[in-house]
């Protein structure tokens, strides 16, 4: 791409920062692509669930008989067929339940020959329930004469995380300011366009194949094997094309297991696909979270401490939702240098649905409380906004309280380009002086950052990722990693890698990533991990391949390595270009001599970074990197709407590599973003979601979405390829606070709930008239509840 | 248990089918289930997300919302239809060439709704293509590319 042939030579270009065409696009756009939602396998059974509909009962009888007896059923399953098959993070959850402690528990699951069959067999069983008392919030869970959801965890306590750093009472004392709010975020879940899907199959050997969503192939085997009380080394996970993931596919679910139960029992491959409803229903949420921060600072403007007190609502099984103030804590000990640390996180089990993870994993959460409190003190303290942001920011070489090293840091340029681009300091001024005006419709603008890692996340004993690379006789590259594709791009990013280090055509290059049994060693797609990862993965193998055949090619035409580069195909002299020999023919010639070599490299790759560990001091990622979001909103004071008319953003990415899939990333993550903060809402009335579809449950649409002004700063990475870091989370990150600043500016009134809904806004603005207050934190906080 | 079944007669894609279903199928399943042209997805089942979208008669359905026998006598284009000979048509070659495709699975949704606003707006702009898009979800691109593909093929027939 990009490169000229001409005569004799080829002159050095680069793919790195490229638009290239994602390899898979072209079948994506026909309709050719075949996704797991799409796979039949012969003699397939249609596997339905059946789920509780309540959110906490003992389960006293079951009959299974009738569904049994209906032609066309080949299996029935129940708790007391799964018991002692405990799976989950803490070993709380099994594929069907005896006991219901939320409303898509799983009951008993029908394996038949059609999904009518399977979905009329659920309606012949009888079940018989004793309905309990429930706990459907985290302060009512943990009050003391609360309903017990498990004996095995009292007081309905599940995950606990505390760090602290310095002298709090001292940092207090020495305090000018001090705001303090209590924060409240609410449940959305993915609406992965795709809805959940596997498809289990076993051989006679009793080796389970199960076509999964999941991205997390490796871990995933380890965590599915306790569920079917299988050795993880006898489940081979096959990873077809999946319809979005966004987080959710980063644990085993029950329909899973349920999958892989029922294919055992009727000896023939068994589908579980899940309908919208039960999608909305019974997939992950992202962690509602009750957030109690005090942030403080002297008169001059210097950050003195943070403290966080967060109520997690767990619901009935613990996933990876609650593991998020790990994540959380970073943020709030290294959103701009805050020297003294109080945080102290508990998760509590309720009877509602339960999280797993979702892009942003807590950061979300934690920076629509960091990044308000930022902008409280900036305009109690008179100071210019960006003024204040700049003292405070961090600078190269710092490390935060948690000891993560920031080795590059950009926080002051995205700061400084984001609001150059938008006039921010003039603008915000402007608008504050006219929110007292009568007019119905008032414009704010706000603005927001964040920190994230950008570097992989070692929260497992390796962070690293395993990739093997052949060249053949044709010069076309095999690819071979454990990093997974979920639409996100990582296939444009390798493929232009290896296309980049071996001077060859993108279209040459082929990625095998979709067979744990073919595939090496993965962390899995989290933590805006896999460009980074795996990307540096496939730069290392393909340097390692490009060495080969340059020392090759060096034989060949007596020529020092040093001075041959690969373009093109071709083996050319690096300062002139002039062409030495054809490539393919170069690999036929090493594969044909008398002491023949095939190119077959392999690497492993494990970033330098530690391990998160139980005290929570280490640098547990090789980059981290910040963001910049700047919105700017106009508020319709007689309907509530908020509508975004722009938003501006600066990240540092290190450096692009795939630009068109950098800037997809970047918009799709706003969007996510912009519905959590906006619009998206699971309504829970004791447990139970009352707007399970799109109608009611509104993500953004074309028509929402706003004019987008991005900026990447690439200042380089030393240790990811090329210089890149990781980017994929941030955008989801920094959207919602930078909003509720903007309506913060637009109308003097803080809401410190998520989302911003147009009723929300309304009764915010109607209690701020009441009160004849235009700025009022206790008003915002009437708001809130 | 099963329903009742009827055979109907219709142009699919351009060429004359003849399929017998059950009167309660929906086009969706027919055509996912009955006649494997996978291309058009299901992912909400009631109208909300377009994944389901096709052309019939040249309008733009979703094909959860209609019954299968409904089909009968008229004509349906899927997203398996679009493509001429090897030749990407000029919505999928664009969506392709602005990175508008990341999991890809509402894009068949969105390329045949697109398809029809192109075909039947003479004044379509950006702001058109928004309101015309509504219907249809994506989970993935945040839209812009999506917008930028289809305003590319608006703007090279100009």
């Known amino acids: 791409m990009n490169k000229k042939t001409i005569a004799t030579h080829i002159e050095k270009t680069t793919l790195i920062g490229q638009r290239v065409r994602k390899p898979d696009a072209a079948d994506k756009s026909t309709g050719k692509t075949r996704y797991i939602n799409d796979l039949v396998l012969p003699q397939m059974l249609y596997g339905k669930i059946l789920h509780a509909g309540r959110p906490h009962a003992q ?133 992965c366009m795709g809805t959940s899907c596997a498809i289990a199959d076993f051989d006679n050997n009793g080796k389970l194949t199960i076509y999964s969503q999941t991205q997390y192939p490796y871990n995933y085997k380890m965590d599915l094997a306790p569920a079917l009380g299988m050795h993880p080394g006898d489940i081979r996970v096959i990873q077809p094309p999946v319809g979005g993931a966004f987080g959710s596919k980063l644990d085993v679910y029950p329909y899973e297991p349920i999958a892989a139960l029922l294919a055992k029992k009727t000896g023939r491959p068994v589908k579980v696909l899940y309908t919208r409803e039960e999608e909305f ?118 490390r935060t309280p948690q000891q993560a090293f920031l080795r590059e840091c950009a926080l002051d340029k995205c700061l400084t380009t984001a609001a150059d681009a938008t006039d921010f300091v003039t603008r915000q001024k402007e608008y504050g002086l006219l929110r007292n005006s009568d007019s119905r419709y008032k414009k704010g603008i706000g603005i927001a950052s964040s920190i994230h890692n950008a570097g992989g996340a070692k929260i497992h004993k390796s962070d ?76 290392r193998a393909a340097v390692k391949a490009r060495q080969q055949i340059l020392n090759a090619a060096s034989t060949f035409a007596e020529i020092s390595a040093d001075e041959l580069d690969l373009r093109d195909g071709f083996v050319v002299r690096d300062k002139e270009g002039s062409i030495v020999i054809k490539l393919e023919k170069l690999l036929r010639q090493m594969h044909f001599q008398p002491e023949p070599e095939l190119v077959m490299v392999t690497d492993y790759y494990e970033p330098n970074s530690e391990p998160e560990g139980a005290d929570h001091i280490s640098n547990m990622s090789a980059a981290y990197s910040h963001a910049v979001h700047i919105a700017e909103i106009t508020v319709d004071t007689w309907t509530g709407e908020i509508k975004v008319d722009k938003i501006t953003s600066a990240q540092d990415v290190g450096r692009v590599i795939s630009r068109a899939g950098l800037e997809g990333q970047t918009e799709g993550g706003i969007a996510i973003g912009l519905g959590y903060a906006l619009t998206e809402d699971m309504q829970l009335e004791d447990g139970m979601l009352k707007n399970p579809c799109f109608r009611d449950y509104k993500v953004i649409t074309a028509p929402e979405m706003p004019e987008l002004d991005l900026h990447f700063i690439e200042d380089g990475c030393a240790e990811g390829p090329y210089g890149a870091k990781g980017a994929a989370e941030l955008p989801t990150i920094v959207i919602a606070p930078a909003i509720a600043n903007a309506f913060y500016n637009a109308t003097g009134v803080r809401i410190l709930s998520t989302p911003l809904s147009p009723e929300k806004v309304v009764r915010a603005l109607i209690l701020a008239q009441q009160a004849d207050v235009s700025s009022s934190d206790s008003m915002a906080t009437a708001a809130v509840s | 248990m099963m329903s009742l079944k009827t055979q109907i007669n219709f142009k699919l894609n351009g060429q004359p089918v003849t399929v017998t279903v059950p009167v309660t199928m929906n086009t969706l399943t027919m055509l996912r289930d009955e006649l494997d042209l996978t291309g058009t997805k299901y992912a909400c089942g009631e109208g909300e997300c377009g994944a389901c979208t096709i052309r019939l008669d040249g309008k733009t359905i979703n094909s959860c919302l209609m019954y299968a026998v409904d089909c009968d006598g008229r004509e349906v284009v899927t997203i398996e239809g679009l493509k001429s000979g090897e030749t990407l048509h000029p919505l999928q070659q664009a969506f392709v060439d602005h990175g508008a495709i990341q999991c890809g699975f509402c894009i068949p949704g969105m390329i045949m709704q697109a398809d029809y606003l192109v075909e039947n707006n003479p004044d379509l702009d950006r702001a058109r293509i928004r309101r015309g898009l509504e219907g249809n979800i994506c989970r993935c691109t945040g839209y812009t590319k999506v917008l930028d593909a289809i305003t590319s093929v608006v703007e090279s027939r100009e």
């Open chain 1, 464 to 539: 690293g990722c395993g990739t093997m690379l052949k060249v053949d006789d044709y010069a076309r590259a095999t690819l071979i990693t454990g990093a997974s594709e979920i639409g996100q791009g990582i296939d444009t990013v390798i493929s232009l890698i290896v296309a980049e280090e071996l001077g060859i055509p993108v279209e040459h290059v082929t990625l095998m990533n979709n067979d744990s049994d073919l595939a090496p060693w993965d962390v899995g797609v989290h933590a805006s991990r896999t460009t980074f990862i795996a990307g540096e993965g496939a730069r």
């Open chain 1, 59 to 191: 389960i006293v009888s079951i009959d299974t008989t009738a569904a049994e007896q209906l032609p066309g059923v080949h299996g029935v399953l129940t708790g007391k067929d799964v018991a002692g098959l405990k799976f989950g993070f803490v070993r709380d959850n099994v594929a069907l339940k005896e006991t219901v402690r939320c409303e898509h528990d799983e009951v008993a699951a029908v394996a038949a020959e059609t999904e009518e069959i399977a979905s009329q067999a659920l309606g012949l069983i009888k079940v018989e329930y004793k309905d309990l008392p429930g706990v459907f919030s985290p302060e009512d869970g943990r009050r003391e004469d609360a309903p017990l959801i498990r004996g095995d965890f009292p007081g309905n306590k599940s995950l606990h995380f505390a760090f602290e750093h310095g002298d709090l009472t001292a940092a207090e004392a020495e305090s000018d300011i001090i705001v303090d709010n209590v924060f409240k975020v609410h449940h959305v879940t993915h609406c």
């Open chain 1, 281 to 398: 229903k019974s997939a992950p949420t992202r962690q509602p979270a009750v957030i109690h921060m005090r942030t403080g600072c002297k008169k001059d403007g210097t950050l003195t401490f943070r403290s966080a007190d967060v109520l997690l609502d767990n619901g009935a099984y613990t996933s990876w939702g609650p593991t998020i103030p790990v994540v959380m804590m970073r943020t709030v000990s290294g959103h701009y240098r805050v020297p003294v640390i109080a945080y102290n996180a508990q998760a509590i089990y309720t009877n509602n649905p339960y999280a797993g993870s979702f892009r942003g994993y807590g950061n979300v959460q934690t920076t629509f409380a960091t990044a308000q409190q930022i902008d409280m003190l900036a305009e109690q303290l008179d100071m210019d906004p960006i003024e204040f942001r700049l003292m405070n920011a961090q600078k190269p070489g710092e």
